[in-house]
Nanobody
C-alpha cells in the first residue's frame, strides 16, 4: 500500500524559509517520478515542482522558480522541498505526489499525471 506522509509545514514570516519532507512507503520510491503541489483556499491546485527518477531533471512553476528546490533521497525514500524567500502568496496546503510510470515525462506539473497523493502539510506565510 502506497503511503506518502508530508511534514515540515508551519507558519513563517515573509522572507523566511521552510523545508518540507515527504516520507514514502509501500512501493519502490526510486522508480517513481515525484512532485509537489499546493492548493490555497478558493484556488485551483497548482503544480509546484517535479523531479525525475534519479533526481537529475527537475521542473518548477514560474511562481517559485529560483526560490524553491525539489530534491530526493532514494536511499531514505524521501522527497524534499526547500522553500526560501517565502511570500504571503505561497500560503497553501502542500501535497507530495507520485507518478508511478513517469508518464508525465521529465517535466509534467499536471495533477492528472500523478497516481498517489499525500494528505498535505499547511504552509502559512505572513507579511
Amino acid at each position: 500500500q502506497v503511503q506518502l506522509v508530508e511534514s515540515g509545514g508551519g507558519s513563517v514570516q515573509a522572507g523566511g524559509s521552510l523545508r518540507l519532507s515527504c516520507a514514502a512507503s509501500g512501493y519502490s520510491f526510486s522508480s517513481y517520478c515525484m512532485g509537489w503541489f499546493r492548493q490555497a483556499p478558493g484556488k485551483e491546485r497548482e503544480g509546484v515542482a517535479r523531479i525525475y527518477i534519479s533526481g537529475g531533471r527537475t521542473n518548477y512553476a514560474d511562481s517559485v522558480k529560483g526560490r524553491f528546490t525539489i530534491s530526493r533521497d532514494n536511499a531514505k525514500s524521501t522527497l524534499y522541498l526547500q522553500m526560501n524567500s517565502l511570500k504571503p502568496e505561497d500560503t497553501a496546503m502542500y501535497y507530495c505526489a507520485a507518478d508511478r510510470y513517469c508518464r508525465g515525462g521529465y517535466y509534467s506539473l499536471r495533477g492528472d499525471d500523478y497516481d498517489y497523493w499525500g494528505q498535505g502539510t499547511q504552509v502559512t506565510v505572513s507579511s
